[in-house]
């Protein structure tokens, strides 16, 4: 199984703040990742697929980039409701896999 | 409106079963791939099962194959996902999501990413 791990587990950041999240894989997966959004009791949220591609509706000040086993997901000028946790998930194979999941805090 | 919506969820005992539905709405169910996941209390995702939109293709973690069974119903009356969960287990105990899979072309391959999610039904096992 590809296991996916995500850096840092939590970071507290001021609104306005830029932040990035890094999220490795095990072995090389293309650009077959996800990320998604999840605020506490809420199913999680589809923003990028295909390691830098928008999902239709979520705002640009999230953007992806990355390729093979190292990808970023960044958040321009944070606001209230970006607090929340962050997870990548590959899509290369089966067993679809996640990483540990980044909780973004308010500072 | 793209929607989905889980259901059956509750407490049982270990060693019991338990049937989630998912329906979906405002979309062409027959034509798209489906997943199930899920989050213990206070943990990550888990990716359960992913069954293509003719059933055509399941595939399982490790975790619940061979006591979890993935099924559809495409009739536009049900536009149904299922899981049928037996032999529960404590570690069982979750939020149980279904999320549709959207297919694109990359390279010549083609590849699913979830992209639509619904809330949630929670299971519980215990006694």
């Known amino acids: 199984d590809i296991q996916m791990t995500q850096s840092p587990s939590s970071l507290s950041a001021s609104v306005g703040d830029r932040v990035t999240i890094t999220c490795r894989a095990s072995q090389g997966i293309s650009n077959y990742l996800a990320w998604f959004q999840q605020k506490p009791g809420k199913a999680p949220k589809s923003l990028i697929y295909a390691a830098s591609s928008l999902q239709s509706g979520v705002p640009s000040k999230f953007s992806g980039s990355g390729s093979g086993t190292e990808f970023t997901l960044t958040i321009n000028s944070l606001q209230p409701e970006d607090f929340a946790t962050y997870y990548c998930q590959q899509y290369i194979n089966y067993p679809l896999t996640f990483g540990g999941g980044t909780k973004v805090e308010i500072k | 409106e793209v929607q989905l919506v889980e259901s059956g969820g509750g407490l049982v005992q270990p060693g019991g079963s338990l049937r989630l539905s998912c329906t979906a709405s405002?979309?062409?169910?027959?034509?798209?791939?489906m997943n199930w996941v899920r989050q213990a209390p206070g943990k990550g995702l888990e990716w359960l099962s992913y069954i293509t939109s003719s059933s055509g293709t399941i595939k399982y973690a490790d975790s619940v194959k061979g006591r979890f069974t993935i099924s559809r119903d495409n009739a536009k009356n049900s536009n149904s996902l299922f899981l049928q969960m037996n032999s529960l287990r404590a570690e069982d105990t979750a939020v149980y999501y279904c999320?549709?899979?959207?297919?694109?072309?990359?390279?010549?391959?083609?590849?699913?990413?979830?992209?639509?999610w619904g809330k949630g039904t929670t299971v519980t096992v215990s006694s």
């Open positions: 999320a549709r899979s959207l297919r694109y072309y990359d390279s010549g391959s083609l590849l699913d990413y979830m992209d639509v």
């Open positions: 405002g979309f062409t169910f027959s034509t798209y791939n």
